[in-house]
């Protein structure tokens, strides 16, 4: 019986790997075939507005994924879940920012695309497991009977946060190699392999919009409502082109930079910068400070709704730490009881810039414990 350590090696299975194009996928895939799996790739078509531009076209990738799968000797089929993104992300996404939040589609795109839409067509194909290139483990626990989902062991790729709602069901019937390896050891596989990727750079945009500018984006969807902006005295200063194009933190695009304030506090001086603090949807005014330690901009709690738990409950109350955006450094932190799926965080140090839309997502050491959607800093 195998306790906290790695599961014992496994027989051999059929799995399907969805190939995105990129280098991780990539050696995913070569990983798997080199333990002897029989391995099928699946390339994902999520998006199908205005895919032939030049922000994001998924014809380049499913090229480069096809080119990995013939360099690696395995099937590969694309298939297309646009309508399901549609209707069960970007909707949801266009919701989210209409009421002046600024949510997370990759997090829901993995809870509804990879490890629920695409989980379903692999075990149609008669997978055993399927397995992406995220930067994060699996282990199981023979203790507690359950699955465990583990940080990647590269701290500046770990992508857990991300992954944070994925269920027992789901991690049972997923693997991540690349979980136990550095970027810099993946590439230098692709390139010892010759893989056509091996020295393809990361995507860094959100997964459907691509390298694209956003403000330019998701003015297509939804209507511009200008109102002003107002510093901590409530002085208008400035004019924004409506409260979902911000988010809490932001610094450019705010078109306010050559403005003084003799007000800037704890010394900020009269040119600090300047960041997006508070977003009243009453009152259409986006309100901004000068510094980034404004006090304004420092919470020291949050509470989160919409809870989503690994083990499939809520772990007891008490001390553990706490990410409220990706790469974020853990902050120690309370987890305070709720109702109806809301928990609390109370922080030992306040943080950042904490804002509502996004994932507030709990760990215990290298354990993701899940997490929930920040309703508001407190």
């Excluded at 205005?50 to 690696?72: M, T």
Aim: with cysteine; hydrophobic share 40%.
């Amino acid at each position: 019986m195998t306790g906290l350590g790695q599961s014992p090696p496994m027989e051999k299975q059929r799995i399907v790997v969805g190939l995105s194009g990129g280098v991780d996928s990539a050696v995913t895939a070569h990983l798997l075939k080199q333990q002897g799996h029989e391995v099928v790739g699946i390339f994902m078509k999520n998006w199908e507005d205005d895919d032939d531009s030049e922000y994001c076209s998924s014809n380049i990738d499913f090229v480069d994924a096809a080119s990995v799968a013939d360099v690696l000797g395995i099937e590969i089929e694309h298939v297309n879940f646009a309508a399901d993104y549609k209707d069960r992300v970007f909707a949801e996404f266009l919701r989210e920012y209409q009421a002046g939040r600024t949510p997370n589609p990759d997090v829901l795109c993995n809870a509804e695309i990879k490890f629920k839409a695409f989980l379903d067509h692999a075990m149609r194909l008669g997978a055993e497991k399927i397995a992406t290139g995220h930067y994060a483990r699996v282990r199981f626990n023979a203790a507690s009977g359950r699955h465990e989902l583990l940080k990647g062991l590269d701290p500046a790729k770990d992508q857990s946060y991300f992954l944070h709602r994925l269920n027992q069901q789901q991690l049972a019937n997923t693997m991540f190699p690349v979980g136990e390896l550095h970027k810099t050891e993946v590439r230098r596989i692709a390139d010892e392999i010759g893989l056509p990727n091996a020295k393809k750079k990361d995507s860094t945009g959100i997964c459907f919009i691509g390298e694209r500018p956003f403000r330019e984006f998701l003015n297509r969807y939804i209507s511009k409502e200008p109102g002003p902006i107002r510093d901590e005295r409530g002085r208008r200063i400035g004019e924004h082109q409506g409260l979902s194009f911000y988010t809490l933190g932001q610094r450019q695009g705010l078109g306010i930079g050559g403005l003084k304030s003799k007000g800037a506090q704890r010394g900020a001086g009269d040119h600090a910068p300047w960041f997006v603090a508070r977003k009243d949807i009453e009152s259409n005014t986006l309100w901004v400070v000068q510094g980034h330690d404004h006090p304004w901009l420092l919470s020291p709690a949050l509470e989160a709704d919409d809870a989503s738990w690994v083990a499939g409950e809520a772990p007891d109350a008490g001390a553990y730490a706490a990410k409220s955006r990706y790469r974020q450094a853990d902050a120690g932190c309370v987890l305070g009881e709720g109702a109806n799926g809301a928990f609390r965080l109370a922080f030992a140090e306040p943080q950042w810039a904490v804002t509502p839309g996004q994932s507030a997502v709990l760990y215990d050491g290298e354990v993701c414990l899940g997490g929930g959607v920040i309703s508001r800093a407190g």
